[in-house]
C-alpha cells in the first residue's frame, strides 16, 4: 500500500508546472543562490479516511514578521492548484511541491496558501470514516494570505535544500456545532539538512498502529505502521539540537508501546524494531474519557501518562468550535516502556499502574488546566474544564 501511495503521489505531482516568482525572490550580479525545494507529509488523522487540501501557492520570506504585501516574498505557483489527500501522505511519504532559486542565507516564513472552495465544489474537505461523502473543510485564513510557519532554515549557495512541511490532519480539522468542519492548522517546516531516521516495526497484526515521535510530552511528528507493520519517521531534527526521542505506538483496543531515549543522527537511521522481531502489544480494554470545555469552547485536549521514565501523549482531540464538547478513547492496561540502548529487541515492561491519565486542556488563549483521572471504574469518565 505504502508503495502504490509513492507511485500515486509521484503520477499527481509529475504533471505540475510551477514557477517562483515575487518580490526579492530572484537575485542578480553574481549574488550566490541556492535553491530550495518544497515537500509535504503528513500525520495520522484521527476519525478520517481522507482530509483533502487543494494547495495553490507556496510563499517563503527571510522575514518573520512579513506581512502579505511586504517585499522579500518568493511565490512558488503551481500552474494548476492540485488537492491532495493528506492521508496518503503518512509513514515516509511526501508530496514534492515545487522550488525555487533564493539568494543564499537564513529564511524564516513559509506560507502554505490553499484554494478556495466555491460553490457544491470543495478544494477543501473531509471524508469522516464509515461514510463515503465529503464534507467540505472550511479554511478562511488558508484561502488569503495562507497557513503561516515560522522556522528559521539556511539555503547555501549552490546547493539544495528540501523543505518538508508537516501537516498534522488529526490536530488540525476541528468540529463545529452544526456538523461542519473547519481547519485549525497545526504544521510545522523542517530542511532535511538537519534530519535523519527512526524506523521500526510492529506486529503484522497491528497495522495500521498510530506512532508518535515525542520530546518532553509533546508529539513531534506522527506516522501510521503499514500493511507489514513497518513505520518510519523521516524529518526528525538531529538529537544533539533537541535531545532524543520517545517512541509511543497506540492501536485500538490494544496496550501502549513506548521506546524511550531513541536518538537521532543527520542522514543516519535508528532501528528500534525489525520486521523478524517486532513489537508486539498485548490486548486492553478501552474505556471513553468526555466533557466539555465552557467560556472558551476553542481547545485542544491532551491525554497524558506519567511513568517512572517520563511524561507522553497517548491521544489527543480538539473540542467542538461551538459546543466545547469533546470525547477520547484510551486504553485501560499500563503503559509498556522500555529504554533503547542499541541492542535490540527492547524489552518493554509495565511502567505504571493501570488507568491512569491526566486529562490537559489548551485553550487557544494560551491558558492550559489539567485534571488526573482514574478510568479503571465505568465505562466512562466525565471531565470538564472551564477557562
Known amino acids: 500500500m505504502n508503495g502504490l501511495r509513492k507511485t500515486l503521489t509521484c503520477a499527481i505531482f509529475a504533471s505540475i508546472a510551477l514557477a517562483a516568482c515575487g518580490g526579492g525572490g530572484s537575485s542578480g550580479g553574481g549574488t550566490p543562490t541556492g535553491t530550495v525545494n518544497v515537500r509535504m507529509t503528513d500525520a495520522p488523522s484521527c476519525g478520517f479516511d481522507h482530509v483533502y487540501v487543494t494547495v495553490s501557492e507556496v510563499r517563503i520570506n527571510a522575514s518573520s514578521s512579513a506581512g502579505d504585501n511586504d517585499s522579500g516574498w518568493t511565490n512558488i505557483t503551481l500552474a494548476t492548484p492540485q488537492k491532495v489527500d493528506l492521508l496518503s501522505l503518512t509513514n515516509g511519504t511526501m508530496a514534492t511541491l515545487g522550488q525555487a532559486t533564493l539568494p543564499a542565507g537564513q529564511y524564516q516564513q ?20 464509515g461514510t463515503t461523502n465529503e464534507q467540505p473543510l472550511a479554511t478562511p485564513s488558508a484561502t488569503q494570505s495562507g497557513l503561516k510557519i515560522i522556522r528559521p532554515f539556511d539555503v547555501a549557495a549552490n546547493s539544495t535544500v528540501d523543505l518538508v512541511l508537516d501537516f498534522s490532519a488529526c490536530k488540525s480539522v476541528v468540529q463545529k456545532g452544526n456538523g ?31 506512532v508518535y515521535a515525542e520530546q518532553n510530552g509533546k508529539v513531534v511528528s506522527g506516522t501510521v505502521a503499514d500493511s507489514t507493520g513497518h513505520f518510519v519517521f523521516s524529518t526528525l531534527v538531529q538529537s544533539s539540537t533537541n535531545g532524543n ?10 496496550t501502549t508501546g513506548i521506546i524511550t531515549s531513541v536518538p537521532v543522527v543527520v542522514g543516519a537511521t535508528t532501528r528500534v524494531s525489525t520486521a523478524g522481531q517486532p513489537i508486539t502489544l498485548p490486548v486492553s480494554t478501552m474505556k471513553t474519557v468526555s466533557g466539555t470545555v465552557t467560556a ?15 511524561t507522553y501523549e497517548i ?13 477520547t478513547s484510551l486504553p485501560v492496561a499500563a503503559p509498556l516502556v522500555g529504554a533503547y540502548n542499541g541492542t535490540l529487541p527492547v524489552g518493554l515492561n509495565a511502567a505504571a499502574a493501570p488507568g491512569q491519565y491526566t486529562i490537559e486542556a489548551d485553550a487557544a488563549s494560551g491558558a492550559t488546566q489539567s485534571t488526573a483521572v482514574d478510568i479503571t471504574g465505568g465505562s466512562k469518565t466525565i471531565v470538564n474544564f472551564t477557562f
Open 110 to 129: 513559509v506560507r502554505l496558501v490553499l484554494a478556495q472552495n466555491q460553490g457544491n465544489t470543495a478544494a477543501n474537505s473531509v471524508v469522516v470514516s
Open 296 to 310: 472558551s469552547a476553542d481547545a485542544s485536549l491532551r491525554a497524558l501518562q506519567t511513568t517512572s521514565t517520563g
Open 245 to 254: 526521542y520517545d517512541i509511543v505506538i497506540v492501536q485500538p483496543n490494544e
Open 315 to 327: 491521544a489527543s482531540a480538539n473540542a467542538n468550535l461551538d459546543t466545547g464538547i469533546y470525547t
Open 180 to 210: 461542519s468542519y473547519a481547519l485549525k492548522p497545526v504544521i510545522t517546516a523542517t530542511p532535511t539538512t538537519v534530519t535523519g531516521l527512526i524506523d521500526g516495526y510492529v506486529a503484522a497484526a497491528e497495522a495500521g498502529a498510530t
